[in-house]
């Protein structure tokens, strides 16, 4: 793991880790009472779990929410989107596990659009690279995406996507995000 991702791990410790599974206080409570385990994926994704992520398309012209939260105790982590203006109204779900076999972290995404993908998410000293996303649109056709998330502040990360189906990159989007309250996911929710 890398050297900024522990530092983020230890500035944030153990005790929030658990307070991010907290679900909304209108839930059960036996969901309230969920704490979260020590996982790999929890690990190197504690930086970004328990929050809302507002971000801006570096266009101007879009908006995307992203909100992640620990499932099944910390063993996977579940991340809702939501994209409005220009490129929008579209939103997602995306599943982040630990693939023990591997010795990575995988994930697969569902769009509103009827799209899927799947992928891997490697810590780097900055924050994430996801160099092999294979994004299949409901017509059929596919695509191979890379994409970075690299952290920028202690409360800010950016999003930076390339497609690499071709025989050169295309950037597809560079999207700048803050943190924001847990909350729900307009659009979806």
């Given at each position: 793991?890398?050297?900024?991702?522990?530092?983020?791990?230890?500035?944030?410790?153990?005790?929030?880790?658990?307070?991010?599974?907290?679900?909304?206080?209108?839930?059960?409570?036996?969901?309230?009472?969920?704490?979260?385990?020590?996982?790999?994926?929890?690990?190197?994704?504690?930086?970004?779990?328990?929050?809302?992520w507002d971000g801006v398309f570096s266009?101007?012209?879009?908006t995307d929410r992203h909100c992640l939260?620990?499932?099944?105790?910390?063993?996977?982590?579940?991340?809702?989107?939501?994209?409005?203006?220009?490129?929008?109204?579209?939103?997602?779900?995306?599943?982040?596990?630990?693939?023990?076999?591997?010795?990575?972290?995988?994930?697969?995404?569902?769009?509103?659009?009827?799209?899927?993908?799947?992928?891997?998410?490697?810590?780097?000293?900055?924050?994430?690279?996801?160099?092999?996303?294979?994004?299949?649109?409901?017509?059929?056709?596919?695509?191979?995406?890379?994409?970075?998330?690299?952290?920028?502040?202690?409360d800010s990360w950016e999003q930076r996507?390339?497609?690499?189906?071709?025989?050169?990159?295309?950037?597809?989007?560079?999207?700048?995000?803050?943190?924001?309250?847990?909350?729900?996911?307009?659009?979806?929710?």
């Amino acid at each position: 793991m890398t050297r900024m991702i522990r530092t983020i791990m230890a500035s944030i410790g153990v005790s929030a880790l658990a307070a991010c599974a907290t679900a909304n206080p209108s839930s059960p409570p036996e969901v309230l009472a969920t704490t979260v385990d020590q996982t790999p994926v929890m690990d190197a994704m504690a930086f970004f779990v328990g929050s809302c992520w507002d971000g801006v398309f570096s266009d101007g012209q879009s908006t995307d929410r992203h909100c992640l939260r620990a499932m099944n105790k910390g063993h996977f982590v579940r991340d809702r989107h939501f994209v409005d203006g220009a490129r929008g109204p579209y939103g997602g779900e995306t599943i982040f596990s630990w693939d023990a076999e591997e010795g990575r972290i995988v994930y697969i995404y569902f769009d509103t659009a009827g799209g899927k993908s799947e992928g891997t998410l490697i810590p780097v000293d900055d924050g994430f690279k996801a160099p092999d996303e294979v994004y299949e649109m409901a017509d059929g056709r596919s695509m191979t995406i890379a994409s970075a998330w690299v952290i920028t502040g202690p409360d800010s990360w950016e999003q930076r996507t390339q497609d690499v189906s071709g025989d050169a990159p295309k950037t597809l989007w560079t999207i700048a995000y803050d943190r924001a309250p847990l909350g729900t996911v307009e659009g979806l929710d």
